[in-house]
C-alpha cells in the first residue's frame, strides 16, 4: 500500500501541469519581430515562446492583452496569452518601439 501511495504522489505533478496548449515562436533579430504576424486560436489559452536572437535586451509588451516581460540578449521567455476573443492584438519591443512591432491575430 505505501508504494503505492508514493507512485501516486510522484505521479500527481504530472497530472496536474499537463496541459494542451498550442504553442507558438516569435523571434527577435535585428530589433524585428518574425514574424510580424502571429495567428493563434480564438477562445484559447496559447504559450508564446519569445526568442531573443539579438545582442541587447527587448521588453516584450502589449497593452492590448497585459504582458510586460524582459528577454535578455540571445535567450528566450515564455509568456502565456489568452484566451482571447477573435480579434487584432498589437505587440511591442519596448526598448525598440520604431522597428519591433508586431500583430497577434485571433480567430
Request: glycine share 4%; proline share 7%.
Amino acid at each position: 500500500m505505501k508504494r503505492y501511495l508514493i507512485a501516486a504522489l510522484f505521479a500527481l505533478p504530472v497530472a496536474v501541469f499537463a496541459t494542451d496548449v498550442p504553442t507558438f515562436t516569435l523571434t527577435i533579430k535585428n530589433h524585428r519581430y518574425e514574424p510580424t504576424t502571429l495567428k493563434v486560436p480564438a477562445d484559447t489559452k496559447v504559450e508564446i515562446k519569445v526568442i531573443n536572437a539579438d545582442s541587447t535586451p527587448e521588453e516584450f509588451e502589449s497593452s492590448d492583452f497585459n504582458r510586460e516581460k524582459i528577454v535578455m540578449p540571445n535567450s528566450s521567455i515564455t509568456v502565456f496569452v489568452g484566451p482571447l476573443k477573435a480579434g487584432k492584438y498589437g505587440f511591442f519591443g519596448d526598448f525598440h518601439q520604431d522597428t519591433a512591432q508586431g500583430t497577434l491575430i485571433a480567430e
